[in-house]
């Protein structure tokens, strides 16, 4: 079991930078792939980023390529996305996943956070 807890979240202008951070509980952090979504107002959940276990491999959204980095800390049991260039587009509720496979899907990831709001002004 995993409980994930996501932090740094808030309101910043256009252009913007903020720095997501998933603290995770368990002994097996770092056996799982770690996911960033986001779901905003009349909209489906969506895919971001999300990073391997070994940190070798990383996914991202096309939306988010070259202005999101994703990153996690294997000792701290923490995983971070750091948002730069921020958009109004880009905000969303964000949610931390946790999975056992590389994946852009929902479902493929077993345990999830509560959420942040990441709102972007114009």
């Known amino acids: 079991q995993v409980q994930l807890v996501e932090s740094g979240g808030g309101l910043v202008q256009a252009g913007g930078s903020l720095r997501l951070s998933c603290a995770a509980s368990?002994?097996?952090?770092?056996?799982?792939?770690m996911g960033w979504f986001r779901q905003a107002p009349g909209k489906e959940r969506e895919f971001v980023a999300a990073?391997?276990?070994?940190?070798?491999?990383?996914y991202y959204a096309d939306s988010v390529k070259g202005r999101f980095t994703i990153s996690r800390d294997n000792a701290k049991n923490t995983v971070y996305l750091q948002m730069n260039s921020l958009k109004p587009e880009d905000t969303a509720v964000y949610y931390c996943?946790?999975?056992?496979?590389?994946?852009?899907?929902?479902?493929?990831?077993?345990?999830w956070g509560q959420g942040i709001q990441v709102t972007v002004s114009s």
């Open positions: 996943a946790a999975g056992y496979r590389l994946s852009v899907y929902k479902p493929d990831y077993n345990y």
């Open positions: 368990g002994r097996t952090f770092s056996s799982y792939t």
């Open positions: 990073i391997s276990w070994s940190r070798d491999n990383t």
